[in-house]
């Protein structure tokens, strides 16, 4: 099998949204292979973005905390000469 031919996959959903599936591609006139792929294709793409930003979001609030932990360093250091 030639790795440029479509591969199967083969997913199980809840009765209510097999039904909206189904109707959605009457109304559109898309097939169901066509959805799928479009929506895994689409998720995929969103998730990867997703990651990304909140990735660079914990980067800047490591940066942040460390700061802020910073500020606390003298006192902290005060309280524990006084133990």
């Known amino acids: 099998m030639s790795s440029?031919?479509?591969k199967?996959?083969?997913i199980e959903v809840e009765p209510?949204?097999?039904k909206e599936i189904e109707q959605f591609c009457i109304e559109t006139g898309t097939s169901k292979n066509e959805l799928m792929a479009?929506?895994?294709q689409y998720?995929?793409?969103d998730g990867k973005h997703m990651l990304?930003?909140?990735r660079k979001g914990y980067m800047e609030m490591a940066r942040i905390?460390?700061?802020i932990c910073s500020e606390?360093?003298?006192v902290e250091a005060e309280v524990a000469s006084l133990i």
Request: aromatic share 12%; net charge negative; proline share 0%.
């Open 8 to 10: 199967t996959l083969r």
């Open 65 to 67: 905390n460390l700061e």
């Open 16 to 18: 209510g949204i097999y």
């Open 72 to 74: 606390f360093d003298e």
């Open 4 to 6: 440029n031919q479509n």
């Open 38 to 40: 479009e929506l895994l």
């Open 43 to 45: 998720f995929l793409k």
């Open 52 to 54: 990304d930003t909140m």
